[in-house]
């Protein structure tokens, strides 16, 4: 794994809206900061509303701050809504010597799951969140309610050509110096996933995404992760393993059918593997949807009970 330098960090930080790495408009992001040390690293998420709770987990390079609007159409309708940052990404941690596998996220979740001991969960996942959140879902499967799965996957890709054309280029010297260096992820793949970045990503809205990289060691995670599609390939498989502990859970799977990502292709793998799920698509949503669809997935969640 290539070595990156990250800032030194501690747990000793107050643990306060006076501390926080960044600022976001309140109108934009309105939720009160919490923080837990999990793991011994300190994990930003919000915990907002009353009710069943709802597990969001955010992707690449993304942190809880893409599930907002949801998370605000939830909170006053009978849902209580959990979405963290993981280490290197948002508000939480950035520590020394973390290697931003999904493995060691994935336990940061499993830790944050079991220190606030949420049960009955809806574990909502997307783009990386999808084999890390399952992973931990995989594990505690009586913890888990039901499964709302947004365009990701969950198993291992080896021999893909998409991926691997992918991972080569990003995973080079030209990827590594297009993400740290002109923030590659941020600038151009987090727009180009959005149908609709014209209209939602203003200056505000990108200032906040790119708020958690404003330097070059910060970025580290944000070029890890892509490699990590086949160098994580024991993670990804005990993930699938673990989706047969899932199979007789309710499952709702939120599809945006312009994602250049995750096609047709993923999606009947998803059916497969749960053939009762129910599916609603967005034709007008690419990879991230909660970008592009926010007020639909609100009312398909919110009608899913």
Request: charged share 25%.
């Given at each position: 794994m290539t070595a990156y330098p990250v800032p030194a960090t501690s747990d000793r930080q107050p643990e306060g809206a006076d501390h926080l790495p960044f600022e976001v408009p309140e109108r934009l992001y309105p939720f009160r900061h919490r923080f837990r040390s999990i793991r011994g690293i300190r994990v930003h998420y919000v915990d907002e509303g009353e009710g069943p709770p709802i597990l969001f987990l955010h992707g690449n390079p993304t942190w809880s701050f893409v599930y907002r609007d949801i998370i605000r159409g939830l909170r006053g309708r009978g849902f209580r809504c959990v979405a963290l940052d993981y280490p290197g990404f948002g508000m939480s941690e950035k520590p020394p010597h973390y290697g931003y596998t999904p493995l060691e996220q994935a336990r940061v979740v499993e830790g944050l799951v079991q220190n606030l001991d949420l049960k009955n969960i809806t574990l909502f996942v997307h783009d990386w969140g999808g084999p890390i959140g399952l992973?931990?879902?995989?594990?505690?499967?009586?913890?888990?309610?039901?499964?709302?799965i947004g365009n990701t996957w969950a198993w291992p890709v080896p021999g893909?050509?998409?991926?691997?054309?992918?991972?080569?280029?990003?995973?080079?010297?030209?990827?590594?110096?297009?993400?740290?260096?002109?923030?590659?992820?941020?600038?151009?793949?987090?727009?180009?996933?959005?149908?609709?970045?014209?209209?939602?990503?203003?200056?505000?809205?990108?200032?906040?995404?790119?708020?958690?990289?404003?330097?070059?060691?910060?970025?580290?995670?944000?070029?890890?992760?892509?490699?990590?599609?086949?160098?994580?390939?024991?993670?990804?498989?005990?993930?699938?393993?673990?989706?047969?502990?899932?199979?007789?859970?309710?499952?709702?799977?939120?599809?945006?059918?312009?994602?250049?990502?995750?096609?047709?292709?993923?999606?009947?793998?998803?059916?497969?593997?749960?053939?009762?799920?129910?599916?609603?698509?967005?034709?007008?949503?690419?990879?991230?949807?909660?970008?592009?669809?926010?007020?639909?997935?609100?009312?398909?969640?919110?009608?899913?009970?």
């Open positions: 992973w931990v879902a995989g594990r505690h499967p009586e913890r888990i309610r039901r499964l709302a893909h050509p998409r991926a691997r054309r992918w991972i080569a280029f990003i995973s080079g010297p030209v990827g590594r110096f297009l993400v740290t260096r002109l923030n590659f992820m941020i600038n151009v793949l987090l727009r180009s996933g959005s149908v609709r970045h014209r209209e939602r990503f203003s200056p505000e809205v990108m200032a906040a995404y790119r708020s958690p990289f404003s330097r070059p060691q910060d970025r580290a995670p944000m070029h890890i992760f892509p490699a990590q599609i086949f160098a994580a390939e024991a993670f990804l498989t005990e993930t699938e393993a673990g989706l047969a502990s899932l199979a007789e859970k309710p499952v709702l799977i939120l599809w945006g059918e312009r994602d250049v990502a995750f096609k047709e292709e993923e999606l009947a793998r998803w059916m497969k593997i749960f053939p009762a799920a129910s599916l609603q698509r967005f034709p007008r949503a690419g990879h991230f949807l909660q970008e592009d669809v926010p007020d639909e997935i609100v009312e398909r969640i919110a009608a899913w009970g």
